[in-house]
C-alpha cells in the first residue's frame, strides 16, 4: 500500500467547470407572476411560492458557486502543502 497521496488536478477542475457552466444555466425563473383584477386566494398564495422559489433558488446559485470557490481555494492548499513537504523532504536529504 502506497502512502502517497496523489492530487490530481484536471479532473478536479474539470469537475468544477462543469458544476459552474451547470449552476449558470441553471433556469431561475419558475414563472410569471399573474397579474390583473382577479382576487383569488389561490393567484396569491401562487404568486408567493413563486417569488419565493425564485429567492430560494437564487440563494441556492449563490452558495453553490461560493462552495465551488471554496473548492478552489482547498485545492490551490493541498498544492501548496504539497510543495511545501516536497521542498522539506529534499531539504532533508
Do not use: C, W
Request: aromatic residues 6%; charged residues 30%.
Amino acid at each position: 500500500m502506497s502512502k502517497e497521496i496523489k492530487l490530481t488536478e484536471t479532473p478536479i477542475k474539470e469537475g468544477i467547470s462543469e458544476l459552474q457552466s451547470s449552476i449558470r444555466t441553471l433556469d431561475l425563473s419558475f414563472s410569471e407572476i399573474i397579474e390583473g383584477d382577479n382576487k383569488l386566494e389561490m393567484v396569491t398564495v401562487f404568486n408567493e411560492i413563486i417569488e419565493d422559489y425564485e429567492t430560494l433558488l437564487t440563494q441556492f446559485e449563490a452558495l453553490f458557486l461560493s462552495n465551488i470557490d471554496a473548492t478552489n481555494e482547498a485545492v490551490e492548499k493541498l498544492k501548496e502543502t504539497d510543495r511545501h513537504i516536497a521542498q522539506g523532504i529534499r531539504l532533508a536529504k
